[in-house]
């Protein structure tokens, strides 16, 4: 069946620690984002992708990084830059860039810091 | 900026009942979609439903179905015959046309009532 993978589920990192968390997609999309959950709040878009080899800073990208290198795959580094990294993070992907595609989503990750 | 507000954290219903989740939103666009997704305990995000601005026509599917007000830009979700299933946080979302960013409300939780 086609859909998102996200991985690992819980995720933990130690202070200074940089974390990987992955998102892998089978579904032939061309755009894929990363969005943070915080308790009372909605999601926040972090990077987002339309294309390999190109991403772009959402909302709230300090303390990230992310990679296209592949169109199946968008990695999201949380480094030791970030200073709050407690959340749940979700993957989604869209086909193409227009704005009534329907987001699908991963189940997400969520990362606590020890 | 583009915001989504959910006015109300937290609303209640007894099984086979109807209720209405509020949302409101803020835009200088005339193009733009809206929408709302489901996110039950295990965490994974589902589409409901989606309006596109351009349409006066209210969205349905099924028992859900949305009275969108573009010149009051409001958005609300009626759930009719609540079901104990549909217990879970509801967001909604923005998305201006050829836009790159879901802008999401903070959410609201719905529990179903036997």
């Known amino acids: 069946d086609g859909g998102i993978t996200q991985s690992p589920k819980y995720l933990f990192r130690k202070e200074g620690q940089n974390v990987t968390l992955s998102c892998e997609q089978n579904l032939n999309h061309d755009a894929m984002y990363w969005y943070r959950q915080d308790p009372g709040q909605g999601l926040r878009l972090i990077y987002y992708s339309h294309i390999v080899n190109d991403f772009q800073k959402g909302d709230i990208a300090e303390g990230y990084s992310v990679s296209r290198e592949k169109k199946e795959s968008f990695p999201l580094t949380v480094t030791s830059a970030q200073k709050n990294p407690t959340a749940f993070y979700l993957c989604?992907?869209?086909?193409?860039?227009?704005?009534?595609?329907?987001?699908?989503f991963g189940s997400g990750t969520q990362l606590s810091v020890l | 900026a583009q915001t989504v507000t959910q006015s109300q954290p937290e609303m209640s219903v007894q099984e086979a009942e109807t209720v209405t989740l509020s949302c409101t939103y803020d835009?200088?666009?005339?193009?733009?979609?809206l929408f709302w997704y489901k996110q039950p305990p295990s965490r994974q995000m589902i589409l409901v439903i989606r309006q596109e601005a351009y349409k006066q026509q209210n969205a349905t599917e099924n028992r859900f179905s949305v009275n969108f007000q573009k010149a009051a830009k409001s958005f609300s979700l009626k759930i009719s015959d609540s079901q104990l299933g549909d217990a879970a946080m509801y967001f909604c979302a923005y998305r201006r046309e050829a836009g790159n960013k879901l802008v999401f409300g903070a959410g609201t939780i719905l529990r179903v009532k036997s």
């Open positions: 835009t200088s666009e005339s193009d733009y979609y």
């Open positions: 989604a992907s869209t086909l193409g860039e227009s704005a009534g595609e329907k987001l699908f």
